[in-house]
């Protein structure tokens, strides 16, 4: 009788967990660029294996657009191909069953941001049906020889222009200057892309279909949902992740720094630059809630304090560009979660630092280093940690999100050197999910 009333529960147990973990997708994004990060910021394909037990899906990153024959083509032939890094990742579906293993074509790594936000090509290819069939064609069997089971769209559209942070800050003569020389203008053929865009991914669909391929959306930071994307498209995808962060970045915003990835609007900002204002636009223009998957950051944005900043380091500030890259991530402006946690264990400058917690799990957490006699260079440090990973997380589930999406692995301390826990942020996700 014990027996079989645990048996009971132990099959209503496992029968909840699994029933739970279909419902909430842990989407996880996997940079292969990663692989060229020196020392202790090298993601091998070994370092999926730990993570890979809390994923539901497996996004690669990047493939690209070649800008003559609109086709599907690797970004890194020698790593992706010659490597066979493409054909590696996809194997572990062996050792991961249930894991599904989709390939993202932009993601803002196709060589175009870098290039003064020349997106044209992501433009150009939806113009003519005929380039848009060449596209869909070519993605078609490109999955298939690599075994992938699905696209990402994480589409290039041109990035809205930055603006001063305060949402009052010379309001008036912004709108003024903007009447009348259309200075929001980025793109006049916004909205004949935006419907070319519905029909290439209603094309891909129809293309997908027969084959049992998955189809995503990847809505890259600053990107204006509304000019791009007609929220009907949903009915396409099998889920749409809102990359929601980076609304101020030390390149947008070098002279003024202030929470990059807020869940929640802040006083005296503007009212779209938040997690739930992008998650409510979808919802509320009829995509279902669980198609929609909350993107959140592995990685902190930083800027340089002056004695200008002042010395509380309550946000938005006044700064002087991007701060100095990380050990491991060598990018101005950037610092990985573990180099974040090696700055909070060094002896040598522990002291300084001051972190700022969020206990409403509204905007994110910082971390900051006022200048004075003994620093001449300051810092300020605005991140995801654990605790507010968890409450995006926790959002998700309670506005019935489709799920959470991490981005990326090979930012998150996939080696256990913050506290000797492997991928802390991915684990508190799937904890609150
Ligand atoms: C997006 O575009 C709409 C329509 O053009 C505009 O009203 C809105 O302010 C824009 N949002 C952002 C964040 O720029
Ligand atoms: C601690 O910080 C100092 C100053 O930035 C740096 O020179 C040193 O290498 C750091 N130590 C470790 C163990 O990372």
Request: aromatic fraction near 12%; charged fraction near 30%; include cysteine.
């Amino acid at each position: 009788m014990r027996l079989i009333r645990f048996l009971a529960i132990s099959i209503f147990v496992v029968v909840n967990y699994n029933s739970a973990v279909a419902d909430n997708k842990l989407v996880c994004y996997y940079d292969s660029s990663s692989y060229s990060r020196p020392g202790q910021g090298k993601f091998e394909l070994s370092f999926l294996d730990n993570a890979l037990q809390f994923c539901s899906h497996l996004i690669y990153g990047y493939a690209g657009i070649d800008e003559k024959t609109y086709k599907l083509k690797a970004l890194d032939d020698s790593l992706d191909l010659n490597n066979h890094n493409y054909k590696k990742v996809t194997e572990l579906r062996r050792r991961f069953p249930g894991l599904k293993i989709l390939l993202s074509v932009g993601g803002g790594r196709d060589g175009t941001y870098n290039d003064d936000r020349k997106v044209e090509k992501y433009l150009k290819v939806l113009e003519s049906a005929d380039d848009r069939f060449k596209f869909v064609n070519s993605v078609e069997s490109f999955l298939k020889i690599y075994g992938f089971d699905g696209l990402d769209l994480g589409w290039e559209f041109p990035e809205t222009k930055p603006k001063v942070i305060r949402g009052k800050v010379s309001g008036w003569f912004h709108k003024l200057k903007d009447k009348v020389i259309g200075e929001d203008e980025i793109d006049e053929k916004a909205n004949e892309h935006k419907e070319e865009f519905t029909a290439l991914v209603r094309d891909l669909r129809n293309k997908f279909k027969h084959e049992g391929l998955h189809l995503t959306l990847s809505i890259l930071p600053n990107v204006n949902s509304t000019v791009y994307y007609d929220p009907n498209i949903a009915q396409y995808l099998d889920f749409i992740i809102i990359k929601a962060f980076d609304f101020y970045t030390p390149k947008r915003n070098p002279k003024e720094a202030d929470f990059p990835a807020p869940l929640f609007p802040i006083f005296d900002r503007k009212y779209q630059e938040n997690a739930d204002f992008q998650v409510r636009y979808w919802t509320e223009h009829g995509a279902a809630r669980n198609k929609i998957i909350l993107g959140v950051p592995t990685f902190a944005r930083t800027w340089k304090m002056t004695e200008d900043s002042g010395i509380t380091g309550v946000p938005p500030l006044k700064v002087s560009g991007p701060g100095i890259g990380g050990p491991y991530t060598q990018n101005p402006g950037l610092l990985s979660y573990p180099e974040i946690c090696k700055k909070l264990s060094n002896n040598t400058i522990k002291h300084e630092l001051r972190k700022v917690g969020d206990p409403t799990g509204r905007h994110g957490v910082y971390l900051y280093r006022t200048v004075d006699d003994h620093n001449p260079e300051g810092i300020w440090i605005a991140y995801d940690d654990v605790d507010s990973v968890g409450s995006k997380a926790s959002y998700a589930r309670e506005k019935g999100l489709g799920g959470i999406a991490i981005d990326d692995l090979s930012l998150d301390d996939f080696r256990g050197l913050c506290s000797g826990n492997k991928y802390p942020l991915l684990r508190a996700a799937r904890l609150k999910l």
